[in-house]
């Protein structure tokens, strides 16, 4: 299967959260009403732009996400499947996942949902401890949350759910006992992450101030193994840093993503890749309607890749992954000159930290918890 004959995934984000969002910066987004009929027509719009852009392709994903994804009305949902399904071919079982906070309001709504062609989705529950879930400051609890994981598994076919862990005052112990029940609720697929610091955000304020402690990096990494060994033992191995799944139950979305191939991303925000141009939605709602009413899609700039950065990305996104990256792709990617630095690649590969296998490059278990670090080294 060559890049461009790869199936292509379609991503469209739905921007508008019900309440104060405490992870992103939408909260300029919290709406008290939408005028769904505008807005359903014109992401049908945005889609359409993309499918001309894009003629001829097969269809091997569709992931709806963004603020409240699952308070979308379900005739805007069935809308944007019916036209992606004119506009392409659908993979045989294609994967169409919905991204849900896990409220007991938009669990009511999955069925609706489920109706409208959904047959995948992607539950926020973030932690089974109330505790940590106003910390993390989430609105359910967890009862509400895990009577939306029941709700989940009798209306899709798939199911997978996050959590986040390495938070503070979290011991090794706690925290293997809160995965093996997550296990026990028997999902084919789960991303589990490790709490990170990014400036500018209410966790940052906190730590600046002394008044938030993470695991330290010694922590960090036993809480990382552990992850990893409890979860393969169960049969759900990790295929990615943070994302483990039962065989042939990963996320074909977001492997579209690790492995570089073509994807559409139609709303507010929404970024692409398609043919070697880097795609950019308006981010601001009232600005990408403009944009659709003025030139008849939302795009804010759609920018040619050097054939490097194509390559540097393709490479920094495939090194993710468990099966790591083609060296010959990522090479005929830059134009024959390879952004692979080889002296710090023999290095880590030394180290025990990378492994060569024929043209494939892969990270090993060992390099994985250290994988930014590695990333910035291999890249010349």
Known sequence: MTYDSAPLALYVHWPFCVSKCPYCDFNSHVRESVDQARWRDALLTDLAYEAAALPGRQLGSIFFGGGTPSLMPPETVAAILDAAAKAWTFADGIEITLEANPSSVEAARFADIATAGVNRVSLGLQALDDDALRFLGR???????LAALATAQATFARVSFDLIYARPGQSLQAWEAELRRAIGFGTEHLSLYQLTIEPGTRFATLAAKGQLTIP???????????????????????????????????????????????????????????GGIATLRHKKPENW????????????????????D???EALLMGLRIGEGVNLERITALADGASPIDAVALERLVGHGLAAREGSRLRITDAGMPVLEAILREIVA
């Open 310 to 312: 194509r390559a540097v």
């Open 289 to 308: 309607l403009a944009a659709i009413d003025r030139n008849g899609h939302g795009m804010e700039r759609e920018d040619r890749l050097a054939p490097v």
């Open 139 to 145: 609105a359910h609890g967890v009862d509400e949350g």
């Open 216 to 274: 330290d990096a010694d922590t960090g990494a036993d809480l990382f193994e552990t992850t990893r060994a409890i979860t393969a033992a169960a049969g759900l191995p990790a295929y990615e840093i943070s994302n483990h799944a039962r065989p042939g139950a990963e996320s074909r979305h977001n492997l579209t993503y690790w492995r570089y191939r073509d994807y559409a991303g139609i709303g507010p925000g929404a970024h692409g890749r398609r």
